[in-house]
Structure formats: structure tokens, C-alpha cells
């Protein structure tokens, strides 16, 4: 039983073509995050759900929507793709209690390569 | 501005041994800090951590210390197994700043050689 899932697991497509990474999870927890991996390999916060609301949109391009349906769902979408969004993506979720917050549980990401 | 260091981008050690894993942080308001480990093609699995309040966490082979004064991190793996092969990060928390997002080191390749 997968606690994150995240698809597609791969995803190859042009620039300028409009895309979207599902996430779900099934651990009942209250916060879900989208993470970027750079090809610096540096995990880095891109948007932060709490209880289906936005609580942290760090500086990235408008271009990218999250969009909550309910407290298990965080999806992504992304338009205008460009060649620098080529990176894995990465859902995360945790309970929002205290130090718990911190201890996210990953899906297995998203590659997504911009041609 | 990287908030989190980690120095060493690969560390080698035979099984059996111990390895040592480092982290520098510059920001002193963070006073959650984790490990995680990661497997290619899947997601970093929280591993330890350990709280501002402590300087050292067990949990079998794995032990994190934290000092404070330095702003250093370090993880220890003893003894080391080659199943232990993976890149690990340390990340950073801190409940002052009002976010509940992580702040990640680029991480260090271990390999464990049989």
C-alpha cells in the first residue's frame, strides 16, 4: 500500500505544452508540499497545503498552479512548459502537529524533461 | 544562499565501519533537524532527528548529534551495512519561521563496500 503516489513517474513533453502531476495520499495526514529537485540536486520547497490551503508559495514562476481538491490530493499543474522546469518533482505529506510537520513522507517523484 | 551544507558529496567506507556524515546550517531560528536517505528512482525516507533541545538522538545503528554553537549536524552509522548505500540529506526545520516546509542540504552519495 503506497503511502505518496505521485504520477506519472516520467514525463517527456515539448516546450510551451501545459502539464499536470497528481498526487495522493493515503496516510489521513492534514499537509501536502510540492518539492523541486534541481539538477544540483537540491531539494527545494515549491508550495505548501494545509487542510486544502495555501500556506507557503516560495518564488516560483506563476506559471506553476496547485490545485487541492481534498486533504489528500495536491496535484500540479504546469503551463507554458519551458526547458529549465526539466527537473524530478517531488510530493511530500505530514500531519500538521508540532515537530510531527517535519517528518514528511515522500512520493517517489516525477521526472519531468522539457524538450 | 545555501542555509544548509553539506560538504562532502561522497564518503566511501568498508562494512563494518563507521561512517560519518556532516551538515552545517547558517540560520540559527531552525531547531528541527532530520535526516533523510535516499534509494535512486524513489522518494528521501525520513531516517532520525532531533530537536534544538537535545545534542544527541539514537535509534539503533544510527545516531544524529547536533551542535548548536557550531551549527553543525552530524549522523553516524555504525555498523555499516551495504544495504546503508544511498544518498542522504539533511534537512532543517524551524517553527519560529512560520513554515512548515523543509530547507535541504544537497546531500552526500554513501557507499558501503562489502
Known amino acids: 500500500d503506497t503511502a505518496v503516489s505521485q504520477t506519472p513517474k516520467y514525463l517527456v513533453t515539448q516546450m510551451g505544452n501545459d502539464k499536470s502531476i497528481k498526487c495522493e495520499q493515503n496516510?489521513?495526514?492534514?499537509?501536502m508540499y510540492w518539492y523541486k529537485q534541481d539538477s544540483k540536486k537540491f531539494l527545494k520547497i515549491m508550495f505548501s497545503y494545509n487542510n486544502k490551503e495555501l500556506i507557503i508559495n516560495e518564488t516560483v514562476p506563476n506559471r506553476f498552479s496547485p490545485k487541492s481538491p481534498d486533504k489528500a490530493h495536491l496535484n500540479l499543474h504546469i503551463n507554458s512548459l519551458e526547458l529549465g522546469d526539466s527537473a524530478v518533482y517531488f510530493c511530500?505529506?505530514?500531519?500538521?502537529?508540532?515537530?510531527?510537520?517535519?517528518?514528511?513522507?515522500f512520493g517517489p517523484g516525477t521526472r519531468l524533461t522539457v524538450t | 544562499d545555501q542555509q544548509v551544507k553539506q560538504n562532502s558529496p561522497s564518503l566511501s567506507v568498508q562494512e563494518g565501519r563507521i561512517s560519518i556524515l556532516n551538515c552545517d546550517y547558517t540560520n540559527s531560528m531552525f531547531d528541527y533537524f532530520l535526516w533523510y536517505k535516499k534509494y535512486p528512482a524513489e522518494g528521501p525516507t525520513f531516517l532520525i532527528s532531533i530537536s534544538s533541545i537535545k545534542d544527541k538522538n539514537e535509534d539503533g545503528r544510527f545516531t544524529v548529534f547536533l551542535n548548536k554553537s557550531a551549527k553543525h549536524l552530524s549522523l553516524h552509522i555504525v555498523p555499516s551495512q551495504p544495504g546503508d548505500s544511498a544518498v542522504y540529506f539533511c534537512a532543517v526545520g524551524g517553527m519560529d519561521t512560520g513554515r512548515r516546509a523543509l530547507t535541504f542540504g544537497s546531500g552526500t552519495r554513501l557507499q558501503v563496500q562489502p
Open positions: 496516510l489521513g495526514h492534514d499537509t
Open positions: 511530500a505529506s505530514s500531519q500538521d502537529s508540532g515537530l510531527a510537520t517535519y517528518e514528511q513522507y
